[in-house]
């Protein structure tokens, strides 16, 4: 399954708690990710449930809106991110190796 940045910023989001739509989105931009389109959200997170990464459930009842929808990684979701993380690691030593990234660079 390809993990697009959307999908593994997402994935990534979800990790530590569950959020809905918005506070994925300002996950994602706190930690300087790109800007996300509420639209956009949305659509991959129904992808995202398609696929068996995500599942959606009513807001917890001591939501501040009963009205929001939150988001939860499945078992599927968390071995696809630990997958697309160490590819990255694999990606960014290559980086280095090859001098294009420096040991000191963030």
């Known amino acids: 399954m390809e993990v697009t940045p959307l999908t593994y910023e997402i ?3 979800l990790a530590d708690e569950d959020r809905h739509g918005y506070g994925i989105i300002k996950e994602i931009e706190g930690r300087g990710g790109a800007a996300v389109s509420t639209g ?4 991959a ?3 995202m449930q398609d696929e068996g990464l995500v599942v ?6 001591d939501s501040e809106d009963a009205r929001r929808r939150y988001y939860r990684i499945t078992e599927v979701g968390r071995n696809l991110a630990q997958r697309e993380s160490e590819r990255l690691v694999r990606l960014v030593a290559t980086a280095r190796k090859k001098r294009v990234l420096t040991e000191d660079a963030a």
Request: glycine residues 6%; charged residues 5%.
């Open 11 to 13: 994935l990534l989001a």
């Open 56 to 61: 959606g459930a009513i807001s917890p009842p």
């Open 45 to 47: 997170l129904h992808r």
């Open 40 to 43: 956009a959200m949305y659509l």
